[in-house]
């Protein structure tokens, strides 16, 4: 197995974290996931990671806790950008195959770790803010929206891309 990065923590092995019942608190920069911001109109600031790892009273690896990110997406209501604070709440079982998967209690999102290489924190990040999306985001009726001249065209144009994990979305019954 590699050696893990110091300080930096940019990956992580989160089976040997959960055996040592580790905490991980820190800001990840939102700027180099491009899945994320392939579905946003905006997404340049920091996500605020708090993940605990550890074992279950069953004894099942897990990883809990809660992401919170700031992201402009597209008002659904006046079609402007609106700023989003993102929230995911992480209650992920760690599993090494299909079989510990299959095993793994109703209350955890599996995360399959086939091998022992270290993973990417911010990949780890990324993919729990993307199923935490809003569906549908859009301002109370007595607010309003950012005004599209306070965007670039370039920023704007983005507005216009669809979002294809509104339905996996959906289907995880987040808001
Ligand atoms: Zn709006």
Known sequence: MRAMPEPSLTYIDPFSLANN????????????????????IKSTGDAAVSLHFGSDPLGFRVMQ???????TMKCERC?????VEVVATVNVG??????????????YEPLLLESD???SLTELVEDEL????PIAPRHELKERCIDLDEYT???????EKKNPFAALAA????H
């Open 21 to 40: 019942e580790s905490t991980v608190e820190r800001e990840v920069s939102l700027g180099s996931m491009q899945r994320l911001a392939e579905l946003v």
């Open 65 to 71: 806790g809660e992401i919170v990110a700031p992201v």
């Open 79 to 83: 079609l402007k950008p609106m700023p």
């Open 94 to 107: 760690l599993v090494k195959n299909s079989k510990q998967a299959k095993n793994l209690p109703g209350q």
């Open 117 to 119: 290489e270290p993973v």
């Open 130 to 133: 993307i199923l935490s999306l």
């Open 153 to 159: 065209a370039e920023e704007g144009s983005q507005e």
């Open 171 to 174: 289907l995880k019954e987040k």
